[in-house]
């Protein structure tokens, strides 16, 4: 068998109907990016307690084929294994309705997203503590906990090395996650160094040392060809056969948390899909019940148990247990379009792989048998691009903002902007030559200043909840995404990709010549028209049950995850989130799965000291 084929589960897993009546110390809803490190951390720490975790998709080895890189960009967006959400009709976006798939499974988003191991800046996780008033967040205390999460792979391409200079200081060895930039990269990334560089970018050799900006080649997490995801760095087989005290349930949504009065009891569990008489299961939790659902789903838990704006849940019918207005509000995330180009077909592409049955045939069969080729380079080498921009700056839009996040947007080392280059298709889905080579240019807008909203669509908590991002509704990021786009088409003249490039395949056209791109400094009107049919979701959420200090009004959980209002009752994902972060945001659903285990385990710890002993304890 393969290193990458998955055996047979352990025997900690259950059925849903063997949970009828059961009792647990610990419940955690969502096996997701946080939600698998939590239970692992938790079930270690504290082996003489019972930990439960429910998820509503399947176990690994229902799909491994999500842990091969090469098919990361056919299975994004498929049912299988990811909610399909989709927003409300978007009046900035000509009414578009997005498509918003998040990964549904054990690993969760882990598990099929685009593997970019991208930690951001410095100053944004020194915000994030100042914002929560939890000094575990500065960037020199999380940057401990990443390295020691890694373990990190410096090597790359020979001839390369300028590219992939990162010092051993800011990075780890020996850790549960294999970071790195791959041995073999796509034939196409030297000539976007080499564009980056002529458009004005200057290398950085590691752009997960604090300071992002620059061109630089990604870091990704995979461990030898191999996708590495929540679940298999911290609830491998053999790490479940060892916790004994740890058991999974999977294909099972928790429809509701049960209350006395403010205290949680339980949960009510259903099969994700519809079985016989459907009627929801009571399982007790005896100490805590931890949300890890993700950021739609924990919001969409929160609201069906009563917990939210009462003015929303009294005409579903819902019985009010806490009105808490900020449940659902404050919805972040980044967006995103790209420009997509037909290359010189002598440069191997993952469109010509992907089409050609012979080739992937091929490379399949080279996979299986060494983790090697075309599906271990395709999907985990890309370079990228993060920028300042200065027309933000002086812009009407920006001088009107509050001083506040005006200083929050000129921190120099806080990019503005994120372009993303690798071989394609990604977007665009129209008519393209199976034999093609592409190049995609991947515009990913930061600091969107837009804040969104998530409510109920009904009562059934079967029913996905209504998500209204309100993309672009703020004035500075439709100027963002402009700027952004200007960004791409400048990039797109360079030398480097001149002499590749064939012909357009997905961009804003000219008007007299619409086989070539439209000008950014004369078009701007059919810049912003391309902006308004192709933005789309930038598959970083957050912020739907924001954390807060003490004197934030609309926080919803304190810096220790806890609910406000009620005990007994955590959330540790992405919901969480304070500030829309600079970044590829997995970064952050590990390093909340960490600090809400690690608080998690030391009340337990300081619980069992109080009542006079310690055995259940181990070492986090």
Request: proline share 8%.
């Amino acid at each position: 068998m393969a290193a990458w084929e998955l055996a047979d589960s352990p025997s900690n897993k259950v059925s849903l109907k063997q949970l009828e009546g059961e009792s647990f110390d610990y419940i955690i809803v969502g096996g997701g990016t946080s939600g698998c490190l939590i239970a692992a951390r938790i079930a270690a720490a504290i082996p003489g307690r019972q930990i439960l975790l429910v998820e509503a998709g399947g176990d690994v080895e229902e799909d491994p084929d999500n842990l091969i890189p090469g098919l990361t960009v056919p299975k994004f967006g498929s049912e299988a294994g990811n909610w399909l959400y989709l927003t409300t009709p978007q009046a900035t976006l000509n009414g578009r309705i997005i498509t918003y798939p998040r990964g549904r499974g054990i690993g969760g988003c882990s598990t099929n997203n685009f593997m970019g191991w991208v930690r951001g800046p410095k100053t944004d996780f020194d915000d994030w503590a100042e914002i929560v008033g939890d000094s575990w967040w500065k960037w020199d205390n999380v940057l401990e906990v990443l390295k020691d999460l890694e373990d990190f792979r410096p090597d790359c391409p020979s001839g390369m090395e300028k590219y992939a200079r990162p010092a051993k200081s800011t990075h780890g060895k020996g850790g549960p996650f294999a970071v790195g930039y791959n041995k073999i990269w796509q034939p196409l990334i030297p000539y976007c160094l080499t564009a980056a560089q002529e458009s004005g970018h200057d290398i950085n050799p590691d752009h997960n040392n604090g300071n992002p900006l620059g061109i630089s080649v990604a870091q990704f997490n995979t461990d030898n060809g191999v996708r590495v995801t929540s679940a298999t760095a911290f609830l491998s087989d053999n790490t479940r056969r060892r916790l004994k005290n740890l058991t999974i349930v999977t294909n099972t949504i928790c429809s509701r948390l049960i209350f006395n009065r403010k205290r949680i009891n339980g949960v009510h569990l259903l099969p994700t899909k519809p079985e016989g008489l459907d009627n929801p299961i009571y399982v007790h939790s005896r100490c805590e019940v931890i949300l890890s659902a993700g950021c739609f789903q924990s919001a969409h838990l929160l609201l069906l148990s009563g917990i939210g704006p009462s003015e929303d849940l009294a005409p579903l019918g819902i019985p009010p247990i806490l009105n808490q207005p900020y449940v659902g509000k404050n919805l972040l995330d980044h967006s995103a379009f790209s420009c997509e180009f037909i290359i010189d077909r002598s440069i191997a592409g993952h469109n010509q792989l992907l089409n050609s049955p012979s080739a992937l045939k091929s490379a399949t069969k080279e996979y299986k048998s060494s983790q090697t080729g075309p599906l271990a380079m395709f999907g985990a080498s890309a370079s990228i691009i993060f920028t300042k921009l200065p027309a933000l700056f002086a812009s009407a839009e920006f001088s009107s903002l509050p001083p506040k996040t005006q200083n929050f947007l000129t921190v120099p080392t806080r990019p503005n902007t994120e372009v993303w280059m690798h071989s394609g298709p990604l977007f665009y889905q129209g008519p393209c030559p199976p034999d093609a080579s592409i190049l995609v240019l991947e515009g990913l807008n930061q600091n969107n200043l837009s804040r969104g909203t998530l409510k109920l669509a009904s009562s059934n908590p079967r029913d996905l909840p209504t998500i209204d991002p309100k993309y672009l509704s703020h004035p500075l990021d439709k100027l963002t995404a402009l700027e952004t786009l200007k960004q791409m088409l400048k990039l797109s003249k360079t030398p480097a990709f001149k002499s590749i490039i064939r012909s357009v395949l997905h961009g804003p056209r000219s008007p007299s010549n619409p086989s070539n791109l439209a000008s950014p400094a004369t078009d701007i009107p059919i810049l912003e028209s391309f902006i308004r049919e192709n933005l789309t979701q930038g598959f970083h959420s957050m912020g739907a049950c924001a954390m807060g200090s003490a004197s934030n009004p609309e926080r919803v959980v304190d810096a220790s995850f806890k609910v406000l209002g009620l005990d007994g009752l955590r959330v540790a994902d992405m919901s969480v989130c304070p500030i829309l972060t600079t970044n590829h945001t997995q970064v952050n659903a590990y390093l909340i799965g960490e600090r809400c285990a690690g608080l998690v385990v030391e009340e337990a710890r300081r619980r069992a000291l109080g009542e006079g002993g310690s055995g259940e304890m181990s070492r986090l």
